[in-house]
């Protein structure tokens, strides 16, 4: 089985970026931490991070068949981005959308998400454990627990 | 360490009320859920459900002290208690807000949250595994994981 | 054929409150006037009044089962609680909603309505015979009318 | 005793549009209704149907004169007549406004009605009933029961 | 000089309609005020009144050129005729805007009018005088005083 | 095949009213293209301009069946008849909407359409073209091309 | 009888300030024509122009006993100067509101008048003869016509 | 003179919750304070706190007969609560609302107020202090100061 | 110990303007009890009335220092003057804002306040006792009461 | 002459996205299907698609010379891409907006569009057939018809 | 060449007010900074600076003739001024509005502005080096660099 | 010193797109006057312009070590990034926000801005010298005057 990891803009400097918000781990850390979660189970993990809305649209078509799961970070894209909501709704992945910090706490113009209603459901504010949340409902969700 | 699990409104008629939107597992089938997660580790759960805005209130505020966490699926009142909101900001309980269904793809009204400001971080949308997850992350963090 | 009545907060003190706004008619005597209408036909109604909305979901699950219809004077809540609305949407009880005065002549707030748009239909601004126009409907919709 | 009863645009094709939204029920046959209804009582119904603002208002014009009520489904004059207003407003004719469907359950611009607060009371959503009922109204409210 | 006036929807009832708002003059008495106004002018006055939008909209079309002016209370069209606004911005006939309340001190949703900026200017809150002011600047405008 | 070609207010004016605007074709000439696009197809065409809502829901109501086609024009009912719109939902008219101006770059409150979205589709901007495209497309769609 | 005739900010520059706009005559010579009118009659016209907000009030607060009438053209403060309106309401001078232009057809934010809803009536659009037209009102209304 | 004082939800824990926020005196001790305000003088003081909107609501339905004022600290239901709003206006008892904190100075959704227009006055932002202004106020009204 | 008494536009004409809304007393005899409260106490009180927002600035630069204190009735000012605000928060004096009327009770544009936020507290509602309520806080918080 | 047909994010996927919605035509084909409309005409067609806004904008800048006019379907760029308008806009390319499914009856947020108005006119709805219509009026309005 | 240089409201106070937000620099210091930049060119600076917005408007009036420029930095009436707004556009003075702060980081209703999009351009948030640089400007633009 | 100065969508055709709204100098030129202007100082001045928003956000990252300030004019993407907005903030680099055009001036939805409120300051509608005092300050403030 397999499982699109993306990444939105700014997210491949986690650990640089502002650490005190975002935390100190770097996106490579998490992406282990995704892997060893993974590991004797049958499941592949397809990472991608990209600053550019058009490519990460481009990785989403070259790749959602044979796909099981989208797990997203689209970071700012969530409130910006109707080609990446048409995209998912299009290609009909089943999207688990998460986020590091919790969007409700920040910027009212973060309220507005293009990408959560078209997911199956969001996780945010756990830092990069929000992954690991995510990725334990794929394993437990598509019976890969054993 | 004790964790304090509260659900709102309607809550206690899951598995029974709109069993496709919301599962058909009940109430006291996730509590057990969440109870054989816990077993073996250092962990109390109290669990309480009420369809009134200040029962839940006089809960939290007779059981915060000794509490680690919250762990909440404020139903209905997360679009319109701001009681609820003071009585978590002022206890000063880390939360944790739960939501069986996407609340994002649901009616305009419920986008605004008066909780999930005031949350670490929101889980909406897995059905009754946003609990476990919301479980999951309190064991890690307070590492009573082993 | 069970028939529950609702009325919600300070419509006990009918005929008391403001009688040049909503009439000189007790709850007890729109009570009355309901019995009467129902005499010898096979229906019972089951009268319940709160100031508190967790009460009144309260009595809504507790009673639900066996009932044909619910006749409801949400009072304030028709425009503050979804909690309600997603009882009556969960318990799927056909609903009338009923209020002595007109609210769409009242203040802006009371034009939004959470519960309206969930029930059958909406009688507003007849005094205490609102609640006669509701009964005569569920009188000839269950065919009890001979 | 004297009573106008006004039907607004497409009411006249009741039956034959969307009879799963609107029932199939033809306008006449209701007027059928409401004539048996007052059959031996004291009160003439004048009946009108006009696709056309502006004639519904010389309707009125012409008839309030010794005319006691006027029940009026504006139908999506509702929405968008303010002159059906001021003429309801001018003339003094107390009005009871009725409509067959729910109209809090529809789109987001028939909330919005300027009928409902210069009228005495609505009833929405009961099919043809509703008619019925503000008749039952005007009957019992004229004093013309017995 | 040919001036047309025309009176929207209600104005038909002046004198009748709620005096203590629009004041005991009938339209009639006011046309023949104005009539007064511009004897020996070189001044022609085109009446005309209807409850119907088109009916007017057909007028203007109709006798539109040769006239120099328009001078036109629209009533509620004000607020809800874009048709009339088109009409008067194709046909380019200069224009008065007369009203005998002030609007400004009425219901909110008088506050929004299609008609006010393509006129020359509007006159409101005067009553019956509105109309002999407008009929003052277009004498005084085209050099008809003498 | 019948299709009904209807133009809303102001729209018989077209030609003399603002030239540079809407064009200098008089709605006459518009006609005559289209009669000529259909010569020697099994396609009739009915014409029909009013500056009255109610009129043009009249003839909609009498013509409605037997014909395939509603090609409209509705000027500035667009954004004001809810009356249309309703009759368009309940004829069950196949409805492609045409503009000869690009309405999208024009004032506000011209933004708001009661009409597009219970339409097919919708062309605006390219003057009395705008039909032709319409009517090619019906052409095309029922089969009538040869 | 006195009439106080107020004229705001910006207006002392009439006939420098943007005469295309504003017209060529200056305050000075609108005041000149209004004395004119009232020539012969028992009418003392007191006039007042100043840029400051404050000073307005202070030359209201001190004149308006013994006057009549307040004619004022309040400039920009008709949109931003609530404490001119409380001063009108306060001193409870019948007013009427002049305009040299039409603030109908000019920047949104001069939609909103804190002025209009607590005069008499509003002229607005005619250029001077604004002035005069109030002027011929007041001469009316208070019988000084002769 | 019986004057009830009613504190709203979360308020039993003052002291407790946020000290730097909303001081460090409990609630019994501002009770206290008010007590020794009164002794010598013909004022009985009520007081009552719940966290529950239905139990404030009984409370003022019992007492609100013999009983002079109501002085209220709605707390959160400030800004939710209709019903609080319903009873004082229908209870028609004078009404004095009193905070603790500056609610201008605290999150947008605390501008909206359902008890402030329905009140005789408001006092916010003096900590505990505000009940005693309150309660001066109150002797001061009542003639009681002596 | 100074304090400094602003009452903004209008206030000079107390007892005069609307006595029914703002009572009977003057804004002498309001000074008058405010002097007779400091008698004998360590406390100068220094008053200051204008109409115009820059003279009250003014003030506020040429007193503040050596100034405990600021009451302030900003009048119509409250809801218009940001420039207002920023004096006070620069010269960082501690403001309280008061007002005869209840401003929650009045039009929609009173709720927006400029001051309220950037002050310590609020009292509004209590006819000329505001002032005396305020000054009671003054004294007790800054230990003169003795 | 040179037409540059353009088509926006995940157009590319037509005939695999959706087929109930936007039809199970690929975007070969389409092109195609113009290609053929062209036929023997002295126009050539140059495509582009791109999920990424910059390299849409990219090509425009390179191969806006030399072109006669615009064709196209910005797809979710419509709604977001103020970029894009300003390409537009500073190249001056007559451009011809189109929609394969009606916009107008999707989600609120499609209802803002940055390239309407900059626009000649917008043809939405049709499906593929939109840009043989908006082929046919280039074709036509170059006078390539022949 | 003249320059005016007007400061609005509290700036006579910078140094001393919230020396960290506005920098630690007078006025006086700025304005003789600016006279050093000017040394030896032909170029006069009128510095004005008033709390009061009509006196600001006063000085425009007297001195915009001979004058090439005005530089402002209007404090609070850059959000509240619509005469100052009047007086710019009605002088025609080439306007360069600045601000030391940042006036984009501030409260919400500091991003409404009365000036900006009638100046040549806007400088915000250089601290007393905003004044420079409009000077620069200035100098550049008029020729008088050398 | 490094600093890095960015153009965004369109700009690099600057000269050629709508010269009378955006000067008719290059990109080109201006970049050699920004050169010219640091000649001798020790300031390396790094260009950087691209259509993508994902390429701007790549190159800052890639360049914000060792470089001391960002000039950047984001074009659209001023309106339309949160990505560059969270790149910005992220980075923590002194940003100075520049436009050619007073942007206040344009279209309402230019008003909002993602970047201003992060940037130190902004300076808009001075054409390139905007860029040339943007400079100034940057050398300025590093004091590299010299």
Redesign the interface.
């Given at each position: 089985m397999k499982v699109l990891i993306v990444n939105?803009?700014?997210l491949?400097?986690l650990g640089?970026?502002?650490p005190d918000k975002y935390g100190t781990r770097s996106l490579e850390e998490i992406e282990q931490e995704l892997r060893t979660r993974v590991k004797g189970k049958d499941i592949e993990l397809l990472f991608f991070q990209?600053?550019?809305?058009?490519?990460i649209?481009?990785f989403l078509?070259k790749n959602y068949k044979n796909s099981a799961y989208l797990m997203i970070n689209p970071?700012?894209?969530t409130?910006?981005?109707?080609?990446l909501?048409?995209?998912i709704?299009?290609?009909?992945l089943p999207t688990i959308e998460v986020h590091l910090t919790?969007i409700?706490?920040r910027e009212e113009?973060?309220?507005r998400?293009?990408i959560?209603?078209?997911?199956?459901?969001?996780?945010?504010?756990?830092g990069w454990?929000?992954y690991i949340?995510a990725l334990?409902?794929i394993i437990?969700?598509s019976g890969k627990e054993g």
């Open positions: 939105g803009p700014n491949n400097l640089v970026r502002e990209s600053n550019t809305e058009g490519e649209i481009d078509q970071g700012a894209f409130h910006t981005s109707i080609a909501r048409d995209a709704l299009g290609l009909k919790n409700h706490a113009f973060r309220k998400s293009y959560s209603d078209v997911s199956v459901g969001v996780i945010t504010g756990f454990y929000s949340m334990d409902y437990k969700n």
